[in-house]
């Protein structure tokens, strides 16, 4: 079993949670005050996006993926995260 | 293709008998990436098409989203979370041989704790209910309703997913075509915590 569960997405798993709680309390209580829900909503944006391309790259592993999925799935997390502020931001 | 996972392959192709897959692997059959990076857009649009209402009604969709239960999202991300990296366990037992008697149990494991997320979201839209908020209450709820539902279709296709996956998973000698199902189903469920990763903080947090 020890074999199994020592691997990098082990460790993966463990930051993703430790990601979840950090936005949670962000979205919660980010302590930048009334008014100030723009930074911390970007940010929160920028947590998700950084998630996603652990699960992409670790869980799914797309880090030994030939180049040209990998690069699809790397422009969809950038293209993404530009997508979701643009939207939140101007729209 | 059918060889037994296990058996050293001639050249030209991929050795699966090890638990890291060899460089440039393509996890799954190509061709589920088709319907992963599809799927992955047509929610792309509806976070767009969601941002550009809020956009248009800022207050609103501020003040209907303090009505959510914040605590249950994160919870359900946690739960998602820990039954993806159960499956990304079971898919390495089952590359070895010595292993792969905890593939099945640890795709069952997945499959249960992914379970909880199901009825986590029942007991939130119950509370949404009882509170006499529906769909129809306004555009937030419109949103809301038709994201997180349509995610929630996309759990309980992936739970089936892992149950087949599963009978695979039992298997003491699976071919390579049994592993590229195995692993195509996997990348399935992990792209449904993927999607979630963003439906909660784009529905529940940012403001």
């Not at chain 1, 970007?42 to 799914?60: E, P, S, T």
């Not at chain 1, 690069?71 to 729209?91: N, R």
């Not at chain 2, 501020?62 to 739960?79: K, M, P």
Request: aromatic share 12%; net charge positive; proline share 5%.
């Amino acid at each position: 079993m020890t074999a199994v569960v020592r691997t990098n997405a082990s460790l993966i798993w463990f930051v993703l949670c430790g990601l979840t709680v950090v936005s949670w309390a962000l979205g919660v209580d980010h302590g930048l005050g009334e008014g100030h829900h723009l930074p911390a909503s970007l940010a929160i944006f920028a947590v998700a996006i950084f998630k996603v391309r652990l699960v992409g790259l670790y869980f799914m592993e797309l880090k030994t993926a030939p180049r040209v999925l990998r690069g699809i799935f790397e422009g969809y997390c950038v293209g993404l995260l530009g997508l979701l502020i643009a939207m939140f931001v101007f729209a | 293709m059918t060889d037994v996972i296990g058996v050293p392959r001639s050249a030209g192709g991929a050795d699966r008998n090890t638990s890291e897959p060899s460089p440039r692997h393509v996890p799954g059959e190509p061709g589920i990436w088709v319907l992963l990076f599809g799927d992955m857009m047509v929610f792309t649009v509806l976070f767009t098409v969601y941002l550009h209402q809020r956009g248009a009604r800022p207050g609103l969709f501020a003040e209907s989203q303090g009505a959510l239960n914040r605590t249950l999202g994160a919870t359900n991300t946690l739960v998602l979370l820990t039954s993806s990296i159960l499956v990304v366990f079971a898919t390495r037992a089952l590359r070895r041989p010595e292993l792969r008697y905890l593939a099945r149990p640890l795709t069952l494991g997945g499959a249960a704790v992914g379970s909880c997320f199901v009825a986590i979201k029942a007991f939130e839209y119950h509370e949404k209910v009882a509170a006499g908020i529906t769909p129809s209450t306004n555009e937030f709820f419109m949103y809301y309703f038709v994201l997180t539902g349509l995610h929630l279709a996309h759990v309980i296709i992936g739970l089936i997913v892992l149950t087949v996956l599963s009978t695979l998973a039992g298997k003491p000698e699976p071919t390579s075509t049994h592993m590229a199902f195995f692993e195509g189903g996997a990348c399935f469920w992990h792209m449904v915590d993927l999607l979630w990763i963003v439906i909660f903080p784009l529905i529940f947090l940012v403001r």
